[in-house]
């Protein structure tokens, strides 16, 4: 019952980095997924990030760990200032992170899948 407070508490103090980190993964994800389809030298043909994942989970996967461990930086970076960063505080937020990293990847199922940005010359 105590964690489930701290739980609590801690959702309420990293509200805003919360809604820092979702936007900076979003900002990011564009780019992210046009390099994984690179990399395997793929033609784009996904309408939703959600078709891209039904065919490559590993890359699922590896997206829900990149978000994860952005979150866990982000909130060990917040507590660390304000001086409350035990052992226990970092399982709780590792907890947290993993939560919110499976809530950003489901958020993210029917977003268009990015386009490669027109590369023109001036």
Same mark, same amino acid.
């Not at 699922?60 to 909130?75: E, H, N, T």
């Given at each position: 019952? %105590?964690?489930?407070?701290?739980?609590?508490?801690l959702e309420k103090t990293l509200q805003v980095e919360t809604e820092n980190t979702i936007s900076h993964l979003?900002?990011?994800?564009?780019?992210?997924?046009?390099? #994984?389809?690179?990399?395997? #030298?793929?033609?784009?043909?996904?309408?939703t990030i959600g078709e891209w994942y039904k065919n490559h989970f590993l890359f699922?996967?590896?997206?829900?760990?990149? %978000?994860?461990?952005?979150?866990?930086? %982000?909130?060990c970076e917040e507590i660390k200032k304000q001086g409350h960063l035990t052992k226990r505080v970092r399982q709780i937020l590792e907890s947290l992170a993993r939560m919110h990293g499976k809530q950003y990847i489901a958020s993210i199922l029917n977003m268009p899948f990015p386009k490669e940005r027109a590369k023109g010359t001036a």
């Open positions: 019952m %105590a964690t489930r407070h701290i739980i609590t508490m979003t900002t990011s994800l564009s780019d992210r997924i046009l390099s #994984q389809s690179a990399a395997i #030298q793929e033609n784009n043909c996904y309408h699922q996967q590896d997206d829900f760990l990149w %978000a994860k461990y952005v979150f866990y930086d %982000a909130y």
